[in-house]
């Protein structure tokens, strides 16, 4: 991404009374699917098992049309990262903008915004890796009780500081 | 474990602990380990027996035998993983949070800390252990549901929830 893109991705959240930003980032990789060739492997060998087991029953043809769900069940999960799961990722990757305000942890991206409120009952992960998630949540399970995750930050340490710092103020 | 010295280096100045204890070590599994026993038992018998079955002999026995242990894994697994994950667990309850601790054989402790206040929703079942929720946190492997998070399977449930009340309430 350019300075060019990220100033224009830069564009101010609304913000309420009181509200500043404290923190504003965006991922630095998309986030991460399930491509890897373990869950080819299982998925494929799945359906290849089932679609073994619906060769053998040919006389019986109800069971071989309740087989083919998982046939189909299990070849569409293997289908399902490279033909959209990594497209979504894409077009999240493009557009996904973090905020983090004294009042509320925003993500915002082409077809979405999620935000939790900051309060008393927030928590704060950060994952481990080189890139690393920041996830954003309230205990109490209150209205939104969806997590925010920051996916893929270059340096997650710098908001998980901030955030907690704010946090134990709150508390 | 030594809960006092586990947690000594993370308690704050004025806080104390109130309460702590384990769950119980019993096998028994929850109404939400139905579903993955009957589709891993189900998965291992058609998937890998009807894979053997059908090729006798050669490489793809070894498809056949993988199939049937993943499909057992994942009945075992929601069988087993609770009572597991309560035998490893320690608990304890301090007048401004709860802790819930896993010692894992071979991760180590894991030391989690839930903040208890006027906004905590507080609940518990009618069974004896008793089980007492407090918090809820995302799912590692399923994007923003959550899960709940409590002291589970606990002896003298009652007292302890009454304790947590107060806490709640500010009166610790």
Redesign the interface.
């Known amino acids: 991404m350019n300075a060019q893109e990220q100033s224009a991705r830069k564009a101010p959240v609304a913000l309420g009374p009181g509200e500043h930003v404290l923190w504003q980032g965006f991922p630095a990789a998309p986030p991460r699917i399930p491509a890897r060739p373990a869950y080819s492997v299982?998925t494929l060998?799945?359906a290849?098992?089932?679609w073994?087991?619906?060769?053998?029953v040919p006389e019986l043809p109800f069971l071989r049309v309740a087989?083919l769900v998982?046939i189909l069940g299990f070849l569409a999960m293997a289908a399902y990262p490279p033909l959209t799961a990594r497209r979504r990722a894409t077009v999240f990757f493009n557009s996904a903008r973090y905020t983090l305000t004294n009042q509320r942890a925003v993500s915002a991206h082409a077809e979405k915004t999620?935000e939790v409120p900051l309060?008393?009952?927030s928590?704060i992960h950060l994952g481990k890796g080189e890139r690393q998630n920041l996830?954003l949540?309230?205990?109490?399970?209150?209205t939104p009780?969806?997590?925010v995750y920051f996916h893929q930050l270059e340096n997650g340490e710098e908001p998980y500081k901030i955030a907690q710092s704010l946090l134990d103020t709150l508390? | 474990m030594n809960i006092a010295r586990e947690l000594g280096p993370l308690l704050k100045q004025d806080e104390v602990i109130l309460w702590q204890g384990r769950p119980t070590r019993y096998f028994a599994p929850g109404v939400g380990a139905f579903f993955p026993v009957v589709f891993g038992l189900g998965?291992a018998a058609?998937?890998?027996?009807?894979?053997y079955?059908?090729?006798q002999g050669g490489v793809?026995i070894m498809?056949?035998i993988?199939?049937m242990i993943?499909g057992l894994s994942i009945a075992s697994y929601a069988l087993f993983n609770g009572m597991l994950i309560r035998r490893w667990s320690h608990y304890a309850l301090t007048n401004y949070r709860a802790f819930v601790m896993i010692d894992h054989p071979l991760l180590g402790v894991d030391t989690t800390d839930?903040?208890i206040?006027k906004?905590?929703?507080l609940r518990h079942n009618a069974h004896d252990p008793m089980t007492i929720t407090f918090?809820?946190?995302?799912r590692r492997f399923f994007g923003?549901s959550?899960r709940v998070?409590g002291f589970e399977h606990i002896d003298d449930g009652l007292n302890v929830f009454r304790v947590m009340m107060d806490v709640r309430d500010g009166l610790h």
């Open positions: 299982v060998s799945s290849f098992g089932f073994a087991y619906w060769m053998m087989l998982p999620i309060s008393a009952c928590k996830i949540w309230n205990v109490n399970g209150g009780s969806q997590p508390t | 998965y058609i998937a890998g027996y009807g894979a079955v059908a090729f793809f498809l056949a993988f199939l993943l839930w903040p206040n906004h905590t929703d918090a809820y946190a995302p923003r959550m998070i």
